[in-house]
């Protein structure tokens, strides 16, 4: 016999003391095996037979074997295969392969798995390149795939599915999908058949749809109705595969189809095989259709039985409730649980398509008190998927959203922050279908059948902010801009404007306290009392702008940010530009380097000529700020600021081409500022007059029938008559009656799908009372309002609708009344440099 080669002798030479026993047991479990082999090797004739030259090299040798050898001998070599491919590859395939392909044909079941193995290990080993190993094994692999022997078919067939990972796509079409379609035929052998159905599965993900589509799913349609019920069973089961590689469309149109004719096949085994892979395509698939497909095919008794079977789902495990400590319950039950707490989970998932398999209009019938199980399951993961497709169900539900007011408010007072975090994500669309009752009117008493929403609301962001989630906290605040189209100013005032400026003031996680920033100036935005917005804004410059802490101040600057998106250059000029510069001299080296970031845009409210003194004062504090400024790093920034206010080009109070659509959306912004104001004094006068409120339907009905257009030609500026006026005392009511019309409307339709976001609506110059007039290329607007409130900013306008307080800031305000720096208080009152990006503690 050939002796053992040296490493594998050097390997039994080392022996570790930890090790020993073990190789002394396999010596002697080896001893014990070849002692028969000994006493059957007794005539020298056999001796020779087995014994082979020593000079001779392992390709030499291996070729001997495979040429005169033994079975055993020639599977030995065809098992050291890869080793040969490894140490000589050219030779290998070019003497020892042949030599292979020979022995295979009369090969038993033995060698035959064996090659199988060797093939395989090759292509993984990456031996040699794909290109040799497709012209080198391919054709040997693909010659022995219908072997006689199961269990060596399916050998070598796992072995051409590795092989189609690697091929490249015309080797694949030429060698293997050409051929297929002979290999399919119902001429064939079901072993053969059943070969195809696996190959077909693999080449779906190696080719473009076009060519599945012309090619394979004429195959795969055939061997689904193949007379054999191993072969569609065999075929069901590669439809997965085939869908992936398809996409939906054609899943949806060719592979659908199949299923359902395969889940009536009168073998079970299909039936079963069409049902798993049903179950396992369900993500391919739109979430929840696949009942409403069947919706058509079920007949009635069908139908509620699927109903019914529904309904126990969404309640499994729930009925085995006992109380016991968990610890006290052995792991096979709770194992089950999970499974129980997963069913019920999915059932939640696809609670909206069961809508539409019983029909919206049948939903109080039929589904509530699934709906109503679901949401007070005692589970997290079933509530928050039910969370998450509430607004779903709120949608389909239409004019019936009335019936789950009730589950709303369970889930916003759920314990669990997570099932509000699912719920919030479209709180504003679930809030407004609730207050329409799911129609785009808008209802007389919006909250009416819905007391108990604020309270839920307001618990539900006090949750949120005890919490360490702040994210969560933080996406609340952000959708509770949503609130003005929801329930009513002073509603919103008593309730949530007041909490908002407390969390600016009291919050630690700066995310949090600018959502509730920009929340309150949308609240501010649209609150409809002067004394209500008179108190906030004059809260925010003194409180913020002046407080102590610097941390206040700067978020007063992004409080001023929000304001130059949200209201009108105007506005935000009257009330808020003084206290905003007048912060060139805080003592803290921060603010005022948010304040260098901020300028570009605060300059861009400016019109000029009106805002002139207004830019002279901007001016000053950017001179004095170049001059004085000792910080370096804030010094620097001033610089480039300066540079950008430069290349800045102002707006004109005469409409501009270049500035013509910001102009006419400030222009908007600034009409609807007005029509607020106005609406509460004309409301005012009516409670008067008739001694109640005015409805909301009523203005809504009214602006109808006096809806403006959305966009204003380019040719007409728009100016208003003056408080002197031009028309008749007999019109003046009814041009005040159009505007709170007007108004009144606009509180209720102006949200849009993004709150915050102000519409472009403008209004008839018939319906306005506006006039128009156009003045050459400059296209002078001139504005001039029955009161003063929102007329040309200059240094002696006093707003009418806010009362002349010394207090509250304006354009009439001087340059001398600057921020005094003691305002900064004791622990602002040294300056001091800190990176914008960190916050001081205890600010």
């Known amino acids: 016999m050939h002796p053992p080669p040296p490493a594998a002798a050097a390997a039994a030479m080392d022996f570790g003391q930890n090790s020993l026993f073990g190789y002394m047991e396999d010596l002697q479990e080896l001893t014990i095996i070849e002692r028969p082999v000994r006493r059957s090797l007794k005539t020298p004739e056999e001796i020779e037979r087995l014994t082979v030259d020593e000079d001779l090299s392992d390709i030499e040798r291996a070729v001997y074997l495979l040429s005169a050898g033994q079975d055993v001998q020639g599977t030995s070599v065809i098992a050291n295969l890869p080793f040969l491919m490894r140490q000589n590859p050219a030779e290998t395939l070019r003497r020892v392969l042949p030599k292979v392909r020979e022995v295979l044909h009369v090969a038993g079941v033995e060698m035959q798995l064996t090659a199988a193995v060797s093939f395989l290990t090759i292509l993984q080993e990456e031996s040699v390149s794909v290109h040799t190993y497709a012209h080198s094994f391919l054709q040997v692999i693909l010659l022995h795939l219908e072997h006689r022997d199961t269990g060596v078919s399916n050998a070598w067939l796992e072995t051409l599915l590795s092989v189609i990972e690697v091929l490249p796509k015309e080797t694949l079409r030429h060698e293997i999908l050409n051929p297929l379609v002979s290999k399919a035929q119902l001429s064939q052998t079901v072993q053969s058949r059943l070969v195809s159905c696996k190959i077909l599965g693999k080449l779906t993900n190696k080719f473009d749809a076009h060519t599945i589509k012309r090619e394979i799913l004429p195959l795969v349609k055939s061997l689904c109705q193949d007379v054999e019920y191993e072969v569609r069973s065999c075929m069901c089961r590669q439809l997965e595969n085939i869908a992936q590689g398809i996409g939906t469309e054609l899943t949806k149109s060719v592979v659908l189809p199949e299923l359902i004719e395969l889940s009536r096949d009168e073998g079970s085994s299909v039936r079963l095989a069409a049902f798993e892979t049903l179950v396992n395509l369900l993500d391919v698939f739109d979430t929840g259709k696949l009942c409403h497909g069947l919706y058509g095919i079920f007949t009635p008794d069908q139908h509620l039985r699927f109903l019914e079977f529904y309904k126990k789902l969404c309640t499994l495990g729930l009925q085995q409730e006992n109380g016991h400590n968990e610890n006290q319950i052995p792991p096979q039950i709770l194992e089950q649980e999970k499974k129980y707490i997963s069913v019920r989970k999915n059932c939640a998932y696809n609670f909206p398509a069961m809508i539409v398999f019983v029909d919206p209009k049948n939903f109080h019938l039929e589904l509530y008190s699934t709906f109503f199980c679901l949401c007070h399951d005692p589970e997290v993961p079933v509530r928050y998927t039910i969370a998450i497709c509430f607004y779903e169900v709120s949608k389909l539900l239409n004019s019936g959203v009335y019936l789950i007011h009730k589950e709303l408010i369970t889930l916003l007072q759920d314990e669990s922050l997570e099932v509000l975090d699912a719920l919030i994500d479209h709180l504003p669309e679930i809030l407004e279908l609730m207050s329409t009752g799911g129609e785009s009117s808008v209802q007389e008493n919006k909250l009416s059948s819905l007391p108990d929403l604020i309270p839920a609301l307001t618990a539900a962001e006090q949750r949120a902010a005890a919490s360490l989630k ?100 105007s506005f935000f000029c009257k009330y808020f530009f003084l206290p905003a510069i007048e912060l060139t001299h805080d003592p803290v080296a921060n603010v005022r380097m948010k304040l260098c970031y901020l300028l570009p845009k605060v300059k861009s409210t400016l019109k000029i000529p009106a805002d002139k003194h207004l830019l002279q004062q901007l001016e000053m504090c950017v001179r004095k700020l170049l001059c004085q400024e000792k910080d370096k790093d804030v010094l620097a920034i001033v610089k480039r600021t300066v540079l950008e206010l430069d290349r800045m080009e102002m707006s004109m109070d005469a409409f501009q081409k270049k500035f013509y659509e910001k102009d006419l959306l400030d222009q908007e912004k600034e009409r609807e500022e007005l029509l607020l104001m106005e609406m509460e004094q004309l409301e005012k006068e009516k409670q008067q007059n008739d001694g109640r409120p005015v409805s909301d339907k009523t203005f809504e009905k009214k602006r109808r029938d006096t809806k403006t257009p959305t966009t204003l030609p380019k040719s007409i500026p728009i100016s208003v008559p003056g408080p002197s006026g031009t028309s008749t005392p007999s019109t003046s009511k009814e041009i005040k009656k159009s505007k709170l019309i007007r108004s009144q409307s606009f509180n209720n339709q102006a949200f849009h799908a993004k709150y915050g976001n102000l519409d472009k609506c403008a209004s008839k110059s018939s319906t306005a009372g506006y006039t128009s007039s156009v003045s050459g290329l400059g296209k002078t607007s001139v504005i001039s309002l029955p009161d003063d409130s929102f007329r040309t900013r200059n240094a002696s306008s006093t707003p009418t609708s806010f009362p002349s307080n010394p207090s509250l800031p304006s354009t009439s305000r001087g340059t001398g009344n600057s921020v005094d720096p003691k305002s900064s208080g004791s622990k602002d009152t040294q300056p001091r440099k800190a990176t914008l990006k960190s916050r001081k503690s205890n600010p």
């Open 470 to 569: 702040w994210r969560t906290h933080e996406k609340l605040l952000q959708k509770y801009a949503c609130l003005p189209h929801i329930i009513s100013s002073d509603q919103i005032y008593y309730r949530f404007l007041q909490r908002m400026f407390t969390i600016m003031m009291t919050n630690n996680v700066l995310p949090v306290q600018k959502a509730a920033s920009r929340t309150l100036c949308i609240f501010l935005r649209y609150n409809r009392k002067q004394e209500q917005r008179h108190e906030v804004i004059q809260k925010l410059i003194e409180q913020l702008g002046q407080g102590k802490s610097y941390w206040n101040r700067l978020r007063f600057l992004d409080t001023c940010e929000f304001i130059i998106e949200i209201f009108s250059k």
